[in-house]
């Protein structure tokens, strides 16, 4: 949310003020959005359970990352203006990451109260039983209410 949220407001200050200020701008840019990717592909990895989901959950984030590259020509096309409307959209569009991504948090740690209720309610036999499953090397599915998503 902090990436989103600085290249956001790197994003207004380059459609907003002057030459001076869009330097400074362009470093909250940048650093918002290289960041952004990353900590994004790393999140999804380790939320994600089993494996298959998570591979199928990596490939369709790369694939939607992959059509910005469609979408930017079409809206940085006007030089006469800098670019004001184009910076006004992308901004627009990290606002919304910004706010999708503290749904999901709040959404996440919701869930993460659930599960700890319901591993609450576990009788002793039950407990007894997820030790010995413990050693064992196994992926539990995100579903069971042992696994803790990560917020």
Not at 2 to 29: D, H, K, N, R, T
Not at 56 to 73: H, K, L, R, W, Y
Not at 131 to 137: G, K, M
Request: overall charge positive.
């Amino acid at each position: 949310m902090f990436s989103a949220a600085a290249s956001c407001i790197g994003y207004i200050i380059l459609a907003i003020w002057s030459q001076g200020a869009s330097y400074f701008a362009l470093f909250l840019v940048i650093g918002g959005n290289f960041s952004l990717f990353s900590l994004v592909m790393g999140w999804t990895t380790n939320v994600l359970s089993p494996m298959s989901k998570r591979g199928v959950g990596t490939a369709f984030i790369v694939s939607m990352a992959n059509c910005v590259s469609i979408a930017a020509p079409q809206i940085y096309f006007d030089a006469s203006d800098r670019f004001r409307k184009a910076h006004g959209i992308a901004a627009g569009s990290l606002f919304m990451t910004f706010c999708v991504a503290f749904l999901l948090k709040m959404r996440l740690k919701l869930l993460n109260r659930r599960k700890e209720k319901i591993r609450g309610n576990t009788s002793e036999h039950e407990k007894d039983k997820v030790v010995e499953e413990s050693d064992a090397f196994h992926e539990l599915p995100d579903s069971d209410p042992k696994y803790v998503y990560m917020t």
